[in-house]
């Protein structure tokens, strides 16, 4: 088979090389915790949604590390390549495993010293106490498969096999939800037996994916030259990318506390729901997004100015395309979206209604907003990315689900990520005119 030449081939063709198997491993990705949620919604009951979601925040911490080193890792690693600084390259990959390494062992460390203050200020109560001990303690022991799952995925991807970080995650996905209907049901593990099967899950992938290191195309090669400055620089252009996945994590950790002190358990038990669609929404926005990403990263560092902007065309309109389909489904289908769950009864269907059609507005927004914060990664603009994730995660979200149901009361919650996004999206064209002014000047 003819290697791919993401300087020379066509760009609408290579972008669509990269869509399928990117957008597939992503929203596989998310079929972890969505297995989770469907199968402990009708096993364990609405409780069990209730004490999943309070622990989503760390599945977001764990695997969004693994993104920050990377995507911050991979995009240095492809630059380089396109500039044709091989030593380089596998200097950037080899200190992102290194710092992988190393936050792993830190997360299983705090993870174990300090569950009760963790889970605590993630929002546990007595009422579901039981079950998120269950599930938590695993969820940690698993932090390393989450993280290096994710780590492995971005550089496999950028060293030009997206097909095999599409077969691993495929693969991961498929084994979490087979072992999740395994352990729920038949053998009666509820929370504990769901935890174990998304940590089972992660180690498939990532399998898989060291498969690609004996292959003849491998480029990923381990150095001894280990530079703390070259960390630093993973991490600073990884930290927009790690504030996508985290931003999911903060924004559900704020409003399951709002909606405990508005409505109480019900209120995190329908946006339980409604951030599991969420995820796979973010999901396929994100792999739209991490499919132009290397095109855009490899043109940019070879001076293919057009080429970046081409590939970026096509991203966006596969954005906006899933946006309206997202939409769509939230304001034609809302009663369906919440069945898939849990057996509703009136009392979550009157809340989880409106509620879903007001909050998947946002998904309008939101891909083309994870489209820019990458494009401004790869052309090596990691303020204006870590600008856009900053707004999304925890600026615009975390004061408007404060100051919006003040107004509105729990309409206004379910109306922050909405009006978040929307502004979010202006203040991305303002700095992609920006971007465009400069490049004009430097010309002249």
């Known amino acids: ?70 995507v ?14 091989e030593k380089k390259a596998r200097e950037y990959f080899t200190v992102g495993f290194v710092c992988a390494v190393l936050f792993s062992l830190f997360y299983l460390t705090m993870g174990y010293l300090f569950f009760g203050p963790i889970t605590g200020f993630l929002g546990n109560n007595e009422s579901m ?42 693969a991961g996905g498929v084994s979490n939800v087979v072992l999740d209907y395994i352990f729920i049901f038949p053998m009666k593990m509820g929370m504990a037996g769901a935890a174990v099967a998304t940590v089972i899950g992660s180690l498939i ?5 060291l498969s690609h290191f004996f292959s003849p195309s491998n480029t990923l090669k381990f150095t001894g030259d280990l530079s703390a400055a070259k960390a630093g620089k993973v991490i600073a252009n990884g930290v927009s990318s790690f504030l996508i996945e985290m931003s999911g994590g903060i924004i559900i950790f704020l409003f399951n ?97 409106p509620a879903v059609r007001m909050y998947f507005l946002s998904f309008s927004a939101m891909g083309a907003n994870l489209l820019f914060s990458t494009y401004f990664q790869s052309v090596m603009k990691p303020f204006y990315a870590l600008l856009v994730c900053l707004l999304r995660g925890i600026v615009l979200s975390g004061v ?19 009006v978040t996004e929307f502004i979010t999206l202006a203040v991305c064209t303002l700095l992609n005119i920006r971007i465009c002014e400069l490049k004009t000047d430097m010309r002249k």
């Open 1 to 70: 088979m003819k290697p791919l030449n993401l300087l020379e081939d066509h760009v609408r063709a290579l972008f669509l090389k990269y869509l399928i198997p990117s957008v597939s491993a992503t929203f596989v990705t998310s079929i972890y915790i969505l297995a989770d949620t469907v199968m402990i919604g009708r096993g364990v009951g609405a409780v069990g949604i209730a004490a999943l979601n309070l622990l989503l925040p760390l599945f977001s911490l764990f695997f969004g590390t693994g993104v920050l080193l990377g």
């Open 72 to 85: 911050g890792g991979g995009v240095l690693f492809s630059v380089s390549k396109g500039k044709g600084e």
């Open 129 to 170: 106490a039981a079950l998120v001990e269950q599930y938590g303690k695993i969820l940690i022991a698993g932090a390393p498969a989450f993280l290096f799952s994710a780590f492995l995925q971005a550089f496999v991807r950028n060293d030009k096999a997206p097909k095999v970080a599409m077969a691993a995650v495929i």
């Open 205 to 209: 992938t990532i399998g898989i994916l």
């Open 257 to 353: 506390r709002q909606l405990l002190a508005y409505v109480g358990n019900l209120g995190v038990v329908v946006y339980g729901i409604i951030s599991n669609s969420a995820l796979i929404v973010s999901s396929v926005s994100n792999g739209i997004a991490q499919a132009a990403q290397p095109l855009m990263a490899v043109n940019f560092g070879a001076g293919r100015e057009k080429r970046v902007r081409e590939t970026r065309k096509y991203a966006l309109t596969a954005e906006f395309i899933a946006g309206a389909l997202f939409v769509a489904a939230g304001l034609f289908l809302p009663r369906m979206i919440t069945e898939i769950f849990v057996k509703a009864d009136e009392s979550i269907l009157t809340l989880s209604v």
């Open 400 to 418: 408007l689900v404060f100051l919006l149901p003040a107004v509105l009361g729990v309409n206004g919650i379910w109306m922050t990520m909405p």
